[in-house]
C-alpha cells in the first residue's frame, strides 16, 4: 500500500470524527500521526474548531409569514378561476349583442324586468369573477409568471 | 393534525390546511434562508416564495418522504435565486447577528466574531457548515438537502473547515 499523503489523512480524521467509517485502515492513521507533527496539530485545532460549532445553536425566528402567504394563495386561487373563464369580457359582449338583436325583433311587448337582462347578466359576470369594477387599483399587480 | 394529512387536503385545494404546515416549518425554513443568503428580508422572502412553491408541487410530493427535506430542495432553489438576482450586500451590521443563537457558549464579542467568520463564507459555504454542526445533519442526509453525492459532500466540508480554521487562527479566536 503506498505511504498516505497527508491530506488523505487529513480527511479521514474529519471522516472518523463525523461518525463516519474511515476507509483507512487505523493503525495506518495511527502510523502518520506519530511522524507528522504538522498532521498531529491540526487535528488539534479541528477538533476544537468542531466542538466549538457543534455547541452553537442555530437561532429560530419566530415570525409569522402565514397572513402574507394565505393573501398571494387566495390571490393566485381568483387568478386561476379567471384564467378558468377564457374571454370573460367577450363573453358579456357576445350576451348583449344576443340581447339586443332580440330586443329589435319587431311587434314584442318589452317588460320591465326584460329591460334588466343586461344589468344582470353584467353584474353576475363581475360576481362570478369577484370583480370590482369600480376598485382602483394603486398597486400595479403583472401576472407572475 | 399530520403533515401527510394536511398535504392530502391542500392537495384537495384547501389552502387552510396548508396552514399546519407552514405554522409547523416557518421558523425553521427562515433560518435556513437566513443562514444562505445572510440577510434577513431577502430570507422572509425567499421562505414565502418557496411555500408558494411548495403549495404549487404537493400535487407531486412523495408522501413516503418527510416533508421538510422535500420543501428545503424548494427552499435552497429559491433563496439561490434570491441571492443570484441581487448585489452582495456589505455585512456591516453584525451586531444583530441572526444564524447564532444568543447568549450561546460564547462571551457575545466571541459570538459576534464567529458569526462575522461564517458570513466572510460563500452562500454554499455557509448553508454546508450550519446544516452540519447546528442541525446536525449526517452525511446521507446532506447530500440529500443539497442533492450532491456523499463524496462530494465530504469533500466540501473539508475544505470549508479548513478555511474557517485558517480564518479563526488568524482571528486569534480561543474558544477553549
Not at chain 1, 46 to 67: C, F, G
Not at chain 1, 106 to 135: G, H, T
Not at chain 2, 134 to 148: C, H, I, T, W
Amino acid at each position: 500500500m503506498p505511504e498516505p499523503i497527508c491530506e488523505s489523512v487529513r480527511r479521514e480524521l474529519m471522516a472518523g470524527g463525523d461518525g463516519q467509517t474511515p476507509s483507512m485502515p487505523p493503525e495506518v492513521i495511527d502510523a502518520h500521526l506519530a511522524s507528522c507533527a504538522e498532521c498531529r496539530a491540526e487535528s488539534v485545532e479541528m477538533e476544537r474548531l468542531n466542538s466549538l460549532l457543534d455547541s452553537q445553536r442555530r437561532q429560530v425566528p419566530t415570525d409569522d409569514l402565514w397572513p402574507l402567504i394565505r393573501q398571494r394563495l387566495d390571490a393566485e386561487k381568483s387568478m386561476a378561476r379567471k384564467r378558468a373563464v377564457p374571454y370573460p369580457f367577450l363573453l358579456l359582449a357576445g350576451s348583449l349583442a344576443v340581447y339586443k338583436l332580440f330586443e329589435l325583433v319587431p311587434d314584442r311587448r318589452i317588460e320591465l324586468f326584460f329591460k334588466l337582462v343586461p344589468v344582470i347578466i353584467a353584474i353576475s359576470l363581475f360576481a362570478f369573477l369577484r370583480e370590482n369594477p369600480f376598485k382602483v387599483n394603486v398597486h400595479l399587480e403583472t401576472e407572475r409568471e | 393534525m399530520e403533515d401527510l394529512a394536511a398535504i392530502r387536503k391542500c392537495r384537495e385545494g384547501d389552502t387552510d390546511a396548508f396552514h399546519h404546515l407552514v405554522r409547523r416549518y416557518q421558523g425553521q425554513a427562515i433560518a435556513h434562508a437566513i443562514s444562505i443568503l445572510g440577510n434577513r428580508e431577502d430570507a422572509l422572502d425567499a421562505v414565502q416564495e418557496a411555500f408558494l412553491n411548495a403549495f404549487q408541487a404537493l400535487k407531486r410530493f412523495d408522501g413516503s418522504r418527510r416533508f421538510y427535506p422535500w420543501f428545503y430542495v424548494i427552499l435552497r432553489n429559491c433563496c439561490y435565486k434570491y441571492a443570484a438576482g441581487r448585489k452582495r450586500r456589505e455585512t456591516d451590521d453584525l451586531e444583530s447577528a441572526e444564524i447564532l443563537l444568543q447568549p450561546g457558549s460564547l462571551s457575545p464579542e466571541e459570538s459576534i466574531s464567529l458569526e462575522r467568520t461564517l458570513m466572510e463564507l460563500s452562500s454554499e459555504e455557509r448553508e454546508l457548515i450550519t446544516l452540519r454542526h447546528l442541525d446536525g445533519l449526517s452525511y446521507e442526509e446532506l447530500a440529500e438537502r443539497l442533492e450532491v453525492p456523499r463524496g462530494t459532500v465530504m469533500s466540501r466540508l473539508y475544505n470549508v473547515r479548513n478555511k474557517l480554521r485558517k480564518r479563526m487562527a488568524q482571528l486569534n479566536f480561543n474558544a477553549d
